[in-house]
């Protein structure tokens, strides 16, 4: 997410930034065009296993390809193999997407989150290199993808290629709420101060909606949380929540959710030395794994 509010007051920290901006903050603009082009899919899947995703064997290099749906929106991948994940259905939602650059009079729509106007979508962080935050996101869904088909899930996705615009967040929610989710994770990375690093998890806060998910929402939180440290060394957030877990009433992700839901900021984009990790094939495929992991937990020993 591009995360804005570190640069406000410190009384709005806790509640700004992500896929929200504050107010006063300018619409979206056009991405600039220096940017280098991202890399999209290259090789086959990785091979399927019955292993649970803690369990797969090395990473690939390059992010699994996933058959496209039509012009890169929502789609749904049965499983690849059979294990602790069977009949479960996991919501993978790579947050904001490359096509958002260029196309403001799309995301900067209007939706209700549940509590407040926010806006469709907005473009995402990126480091100071340029590397853009929608590709990370959509490098992490689709090697988490891979892990949990491989396990016996089924999973839905928001997007499936780094080229379109969208879909809005609550769209986005819907797509879990219509398909019964057992889980959903939305998976983004911060733009936030550059001394800082480390990633978060973003909670739920009842709002009469999502009041039956709040507790599974903090399990899952917990898992997740416990799980990416573990899976990849990375620390909690410096900046964002406490021990790495951060409330929050400002997303429709959230706010309009009804099944067990977080999101999770991997890392800070800002950072120098998060930036270098989480750029990389290697890392992208770990945090994957690590997610998988956490999912796994919340979804079996729940
Ligand atoms: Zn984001």
Sequence with gaps: MR???WALPAVTLAVTACSVAPA????????????PAASP???PTAPATTEAPAAVAAAATVPPRLPHSPHGGPGRFPPTGSGVLNKKIVLVDPGHNGGNFSAPEIINQLIWNGRESETCDTTGAETDTGYTEAQFNWNVARYLTADLRAAGATVILTRTSNTGVGPCVTKRTALANQAHASAAVSIHAD???????????LEPVADGINNAIIGPSAR??????????????????????????QP????????????????????NMRNPTD????????????????IAAGLTTFLTQR
Excluded: H
């Design 41 to 43: 899919v290259a090789t």
């Design 191 to 201: 733009g936030g101060p550059p001394g800082g690093r480390g990633f978060a998890i």
């Design 24 to 35: 006063g903050t300018p619409p979206a603009a056009p991405r600039p065009a220096s940017r």
């Design 248 to 267: 929050r009433d400002d997303l429709a992700g959230v706010n309009l959710s009804t099944v067990p839901k977080v999101f999770i900021e991997c890392a």
């Design 220 to 245: 899952l939180g917990t898992d997740l949380r416990n799980a990416f440290a573990a899976g990849t060394g990375e620390p909690v957030s410096s900046y964002d929540g406490i021990n790495g877990i």
């Design 275 to 290: 930036a270098a990790l989480i750029t990389t094939p290697a890392w992208q495929a770990k945090a994957a794994r690590a």
């Design 3 to 5: 995360r804005m509010a």
